[in-house]
């Protein structure tokens, strides 16, 4: 089983930045992709940024130019910056990471979710 624990949510001004962070934990063997969605009240949860395990990088439309996904495969550790906060990001962010242990089919874990509240 894998844990996920997401820090670095909070309250912002438009135009300002936040780092969320993403730590994977447990009985680790093969990280894949890792990734963040963000879901807005009454909305449905929709992808922000992904990274795979060569490091290429995919984003929204919406976020593209303003966040910067990274990972640190020594820490199990995935990381969204976002600049450039508009209040149109305010939503729940979560974290997902594809896994695969020794023998199994990869599947999906996802972190509890961190809000991030972009004020105008």
């Known amino acids: 089983q894998v844990q996920l624990v997401e820090s670095g949510g909070g309250l912002v001004q438009a135009g300002g930045s936040l780092r969320l962070s993403c730590a994977a934990s447990?009985?680790?063997?093969?990280?894949?992709?890792m990734g963040w969605y963000r879901q807005a009240p009454g909305k449905a949860r929709e992808l922000v940024a992904i990274i795979s395990s060569s490091d290429s990088t995919e984003y929204s439309i919406s976020v593209k130019g303003r966040f910067t996904i990274s990972r640190d495969n020594a820490k199990n550790t995935v990381y969204l910056l976002m600049n450039s906060l508009k209040p149109e990001d305010t939503a729940v962010y979560y974290c997902?990471?594809?896994?695969?242990?020794?023998?199994?089919?990869?599947?999906?874990?996802w972190g509890q979710g961190t809000q991030v509240t972009v004020s105008s």
């Open positions: 447990g009985n680790i063997f093969s990280i894949n992709a």
């Open positions: 997902n990471v594809n896994h695969r242990q020794w023998g199994s089919r990869p599947r999906d874990y």
